[in-house]
């Protein structure tokens, strides 16, 4: 899912994500690993657009918490009874999903939405990226 917002900042190109980038066999020695080829999939007005709303998710909308990331783009997202709560967001270089939940059906508690929950971690997350 963060994958498929790569498109928004990029301009319509979508790049596929992982997160290999070295792999070495017994030896030490280096094995090449294959990347995919970017590709064209929406165009660069319609992304320009998918940014302008996302930036309102932040400015005015469900991710007020996430706000103070120049140029940030995001959406959140809630399950049925709070079982989930996610926030993907972005800026012109950094892509990142944040996910909160269990990994047996039980809920995060009343109120633990995206905006609520997941957000705040994802700003925390990208204020130490710009700042290490």
């Known amino acids: 899912m963060t994958g ?4 928004f900042p990029s301009q319509g190109i979508y790049h596929e994500p992982f997160a290999i980038t070295r792999i070495q066999d017994r030896f030490g020695h280096s094995v090449p690993w294959k990347k995919t080829s970017p590709h064209k999939v929406i165009r660069p007005d319609t992304a320009r657009t998918m940014t302008a709303i996302l930036q309102e998710v932040i400015n005015r909308g469900t991710g007020r918490l996430a706000r ?4 940030a783009a995001g959406k959140t997202g809630t399950s049925d009874r709070n079982m989930d709560a996610w926030f993907i967001g972005y800026t012109e270089d950094v892509t990142a999903g944040v996910w909160l ?10 109120g633990e939405t995206g905006g609520r929950a997941a957000a705040p971690v994802w700003k925390t997350f990208m204020q130490q990226k710009r700042n290490p």
């Open 101 to 110: 939940g269990h990994d047996r059906s039980s809920s995060l508690g009343r």
């Open 4 to 7: 498929a917002y790569t498109i």
């Open 68 to 71: 103070g990331i120049p140029g």
